[in-house]
Structure formats: C-alpha cells, structure tokens
C-alpha cells in the first residue's frame, strides 16, 4: 500500500524556478556568443581533451546511453514498471515531464541554431548543439529516478546506493559528449540545468496535484 512509503518530498517550485532562471541566463549567454561561455568552453575542453584509446572506446560505447532512442526505451521500462507497481501518480510524473524536457529541447535547439564543434567528432553527431540532448534526457530520466527513488524506496541504504547511480549516470553520459567533440561543455551544462529544472518543476506540479490532498486530509482526519 501506498501508506508503507516515505512520505513525498516538499515542493520543488522554489528550487525549480531558480534553475530556469540560471538556465535562462545560460541559454542567452550562450545565444549571445559571450566571451563568458568561449572562456569557459577553453578551459574545461582543456582538460576534457584526450588521446587515450581506452577511454576513447569506453567513452564512444557509453555515450549511448544516452541516445534518443535509448532513452525512450529506458524511460518506457520505468513507466510499465511504475504501473505494474501501481504507481501510476509517479509514472505520469516521469512521462510528463520527459515529455515536456525533451519537447522544450526540440525547439530551443532549433531557436539558437548553434553549430557543433568544429573539431573532428569520435562518434556521429548531427543537428544543432546547443542544449545538449543527451544530457538534457539522461539528467531529466535520471533527476525524476531520484525523485522515484526518495518516495518509494524506504531502506536508506538501498536509496543511497540507487540514487548515487542515478546521479553518476547523466554526469557521465555529459563527459562523453565533450570528450567525443560532438558537444560543446557550455552545451552540457546547459543540458543538465534544462534537465533538472523541468523535473524539479515537474514534481511540483506532482506535489500540488496529488501529494498535498493526501497530506491535507491525513491532517483534517487526525
């Protein structure tokens, strides 16, 4: 029963709106060319930027993780499961908002129309770079898994562990594509702010529409 699970995290609004304002101002900066966003490329590409072979070969296996396609898979599997669990509420949450990020991503890519790096890409990249989709799907599937996670998973121990994946994965996924030179770093990070600004905002709308009831007739029943 539902009653056997932790209790649902506090609103998110506040934090979710304060990324889409730092994630505004990012995606003018960018939009703008600023020196800014250049300097900052420079120097993480700086350190990004390698020959190894081995992590040339981990890095281009990896990044697929990540990949339009298997991320809608990666997401499909989630939402059956929730509902096979009767989880529905979650499940909504988690195709809503994957939904919502990636349409977003859509059209602000086609909006600032900036080209990919210019260096030779280790993998195959095509359309626009800026944000960047990988990492806005991994950090959007990966952000409403923790989300998940905190709700349902009661042992801590076992959501410690689970959602130090979770977070590990969209970090990951985001190095690849820098080190791949298909992505910009100012596109990765972009990314992950988009990504986790939709599912902070997602799970608000989570809250108010369904946890806050709940939580108001649990106190009016006492």
Same mark, same amino acid.
Request: hydrophobic content about 50%; some cysteine; charged content about 10%.
């Given at each position: 029963?539902?009653?056997?699970?932790?209790?649902?995290?506090?609103?998110?609004?506040?934090?979710?709106?304060?990324?889409?304002?730092?994630?505004?101002?990012?995606?003018?900066?960018?939009?703008?060319?600023?020196?800014?966003?250049? !300097?900052?490329?420079?120097?993480?590409?700086?350190? $990004?930027?390698?020959?190894?072979?081995?992590?040339?070969?981990?890095?281009?296996?990896?990044?697929?993780?990540?990949? @339009? !396609?298997?991320?809608?898979?990666?997401? $499909?599997?989630?939402?059956?499961? /929730?509902? #096979?669990?009767?989880?529905?509420?979650?499940?909504? &949450?988690?195709?809503? +908002?994957?939904?919502?990020?990636?349409?977003?991503? #859509?059209?602000?890519?086609?909006?600032?129309?900036?080209?990919? =790096? +210019?260096?030779?890409?280790?993998?195959?990249?095509?359309?626009?770079?800026? =944000?960047?989709?990988?990492? $806005?799907?991994?950090?959007? /599937?990966?952000?409403?898994?923790?989300?998940?996670?905190?709700?349902?998973?009661?042992?801590?121990?076992?959501?410690?562990?689970?959602? @130090?994946?979770? &977070?590990? &994965?969209?970090?990951?996924?985001?190095?690849?594509?820098? &080190?791949?030179?298909?992505?910009?770093?100012?596109? $990765?990070?972009?990314? #992950?702010?988009?990504?986790? @600004?939709?599912?902070?905002?997602?799970? !608000?709308?989570?809250?108010?529409?369904?946890?806050?009831?709940?939580?108001?007739?649990?106190?009016? !029943?006492?």
């Amino acid at each position: 029963m539902r009653e056997q699970f932790a209790h649902p995290i506090k609103d998110t609004l506040v934090p979710g709106v304060v990324f889409a304002v730092i994630f505004t101002v990012w995606a003018l900066l960018v939009s703008s060319n600023s020196a800014i966003i250049h !300097s900052f490329d420079s120097a993480v590409i700086g350190v $990004v930027y390698n020959n190894n072979a081995t992590l040339i070969q981990f890095t281009s296996i990896f990044t697929n993780i990540g990949n @339009t !396609s298997s991320v809608i898979a990666e997401t $499909v599997v989630v939402f059956v499961v /929730l509902l #096979w669990r009767k989880h529905k509420q979650e499940a909504y &949450f988690l195709a809503g +908002t994957m939904i919502c990020a990636n349409g977003y991503n #859509w059209v602000l890519k086609h909006l600032v129309q900036r080209a990919r =790096p +210019t260096v030779h890409h280790l993998v195959h990249a095509d359309g626009y770079s800026f =944000p960047s989709g990988h990492s $806005v799907g991994s950090a959007t /599937l990966f952000g409403c898994l923790i989300i998940i996670t905190c709700i349902l998973v009661q042992r801590r121990s076992i959501k410690i562990i689970l959602n @130090t994946i979770w &977070f590990i &994965f969209p970090l990951v996924i985001g190095y690849t594509r820098i &080190f791949l030179h298909v992505h910009y770093p100012s596109d $990765v990070l972009g990314g #992950w702010l988009e990504g986790i @600004t939709f599912v902070l905002l997602g799970y !608000s709308v989570l809250y108010h529409v369904y946890y806050e009831p709940r939580i108001n007739n649990a106190r009016i !029943s006492e």
